[in-house]
């Protein structure tokens, strides 16, 4: 068949790109014909901590090429792109949904591709934001975006009504494939020999970008009110708020790591590899490329009780605590650590994933496309 997967590549940083990467693989390891429309450029450099909103992913290697097209600062860029992708004649077309403000690229792009199959992969129905501008460009771009494709794939039941809130389109559920190329993890004691953490000590790690629904500030306090917990927090913070507020903390408990910047994959394998568990203490969510990055390494987690967590590690090493309660995190920490749950969690390696989803996700693709030609 012939295939169009639009979006962010793996030049890119974040989940989204990733996401992509190995679904584009899989589209080529299975015979079919890709065309990738990629970014030039997604975000002006400002709006990055480090300065670049690029990253230099050497894990990960593309069976595939990129078409860079969409520019955050060409609107013209979408009819461009359209062109190509009827001249492409495909099958199918794939375009994934993750935050509103690309909506004068990517409706432009779908409507402009109307007469092709199109499956939308909503990784955030409705976003994460909580002030009233925020939640209703959410929405009204969400219905609009919605309404220009064949059928939505979403990553949990939850995310499913709330896509039924704003459009009538079908929707679906995939969770979200594991990410594979953490594996395999180096040894325990040299991960944390090269972190200069202690082989005794009882390690958690939070790892991703740090925006204000994932909790970062939560996990750093419930650290610091642990009895002798270590905690990481690694990843880019694009709040200067909360960049103050996990600067001061790290300073007052010295068993607070915090670690201001992107990780590429080989740097987050050895971090992954020191922990004893991951953390993810989201006040709301719709997906987790992080959750699925525990499932493929076999790391028990602590999180909030939410929906889709309790979905996901439904057959997992997982405790869980009431959504935005420091204090039973923190009793949840010293549990852990005091032996009463699953410390120093030795994983099956029979059990550890392969990155199989990503072939699951792909037939899910095709089986809807063709449900929406009977």
């Known amino acids: 068949m012939k295939i169009v997967l639009a979006g962010p590549d793996i030049l890119f940083k974040g989940g989204i790109a990733q996401y992509n990467h190995f679904l584009a693989n899989e589209i080529v390891n299975n015979g079919h014909e890709l065309k990738f429309i990629g970014f030039k450029k997604q975000y002006p450099d400002f709006l990055y901590p480090a300065g670049s909103n690029t990253a230099k ?3 990960m290697q593309p069976l595939y090429n990129v078409e860079r097209i969409f520019h955050y600062a060409n609107p013209f860029s979408p009819l461009t792109a359209a062109l190509k992708v009827r001249k492409f004649r495909p099958d199918i077309i794939i375009v994934p949904h993750w935050i ?3 909506a004068y690229l990517f409706i432009p792009f779908l409507f402009l591709t109307k007469g092709h199959r199109t499956v939308i992969i909503a990784h955030n129905s409705l976003g994460h ?9 959410d929405r009204i771009v969400s219905k609009l975006t919605f309404s220009l494709g064949d059928h939505i794939i979403v990553q949990s039941d939850e995310e499913k009504r709330k896509a039924a809130s704003v459009c009538s389109t079908p929707a679906s559920v995939f969770n979200h494939p594991d990410y594979s190329q ?3 993890l180096i040894p325990r004691d040299s991960a944390r020999k090269s972190l200069g953490i202690h082989e005794s000590s009882t390690v958690f790690l939070f790892l991703g970008f740090v925006r204000k629904y994932k909790g970062a500030e939560l996990f750093a306090s ?9 905690g990481i927090i690694a990843g880019e913070c694009f709040d200067k708020k909360i960049e103050n507020e996990l600067t001061e903390l790290s300073g007052s408990c010295k068993r607070l790591i915090v670690m201001n910047r992107y990780f590429i994959s080989s740097e987050a394998r050895t971090l992954i590899s020191a922990c004893d568990a991951m953390v993810l203490p989201y006040l709301s969510v719709t997906g987790s490329g992080i959750a699925s990055i525990a499932l493929a390494c076999q790391k028990p987690v602590i999180a909030s009780d939410l929906e889709l967590f309790r979905e996901i590690f439904a057959d997992h090493p997982a405790i869980f605590f009431k959504t ?6 923190i009793e949840k920490i010293n549990k852990f650590s005091s032996n009463e749950y699953i410390l120093k969690y030795r994983p099956n390696p029979d059990n550890i994933s392969s990155g199989n989803g990503w072939k699951g996700l792909l037939e899910h693709i095709l089986k809807v496309s063709e449900a929406g030609n009977e």
């Open 182 to 184: 953490y594996l395999p």
């Open 129 to 137: 934001g909580r002030k009233l501008l925020n939640r209703l460009a």
């Open 100 to 102: 509103w403000v690309f």
């Open 222 to 230: 419930a650290i610091s009110g642990s009895a002798d917990a270590v």
């Open 57 to 59: 992913e050497t894990e």
């Open 324 to 329: 935005g309660n420091i204090s039973e995190l």
